[in-house]
């Protein structure tokens, strides 16, 4: 087996330490905008500044290791500004259909399942244990948190987040819709199309500020 190749992460937390466990890259640096060039590392990894990166790992892959939609865009926007390329994190085998189109940047995690037929954009993070059913499309810079399902004909645009163990269930044959900007909560059930900017939590999923006001929450 050959060696995994060489990437840079764009972040420091747990989050990007828990992604690098995979063993899928092996990672050379992590570029921190607060605590870079300080001496700090992990695991022995250097972390530095942005400017080291750009000025000699400028040629490695970036891997954006935020899970905020927005913030994983901004670092994705200013990675690209300053000429450099992404890596992508993952394979295509077992439960993932073979003609899934994959986007740059983007991730899956562990034992997870896609369906055929499934789009899926770029920056977006699948974690581990989510099912996807096929004829599914999944916009750039989305994050789908473990044990999460799609089922159904989903339209997921850009940018949304979905927490952890939430059920997007569509059981008609026109698509369901979440409109960009759009956040489900953890263990969230929705069964309708969602609009742009909505929070959602619940079973059967609400928008917060009416949880809020019937006090459930």
Known sequence: MSAPP?????????????????????????????????????DGVPIVSFETWRGSLGDVPVFVTVANPRA????????????????????ISGPIARDVI????????????????????????????????????IGDFTTICPSSTIYGRVVIEEGVFVGVGARIVNEFDD??????????GAGAVVMRSVC??????????????????AGRM
Do not use: M, W
């Open 72 to 91: 994983r865009r901004t670092l994705a926007e200013r990675v690209s500004a300053a000429g450099g390329r992404f890596a992508s994190l993952y394979h």
């Open 175 to 184: 698509p369901l819709t979440i409109g960009a900007g759009a956040t489900i």
């Open 6 to 42: 060489p990437v840079v992460f764009y972040g420091a937390s747990g989050y990007a330490a828990a992604i690098c466990d995979d063993r899928r890259a092996s990672v050379v640096a992590y570029i921190d905008d607060f605590r870079g060039d300080r001496g700090d590392a992990i």
């Open 196 to 213: 742009p900017g909505q929070k959602l939590a619940g079973n059967p999923a609400q928008e917060l500020r009416l949880l809020a006001a």
């Open 102 to 137: 994959v986007g740059e940047g983007t991730v899956f995690g562990t034992y997870i399942s896609i369906g055929a037929s499934t789009v899926i954009g770029r920056h977006v993070q699948i974690l581990s244990l989510v099912s996807i059913d096929g004829e599914c499309v």
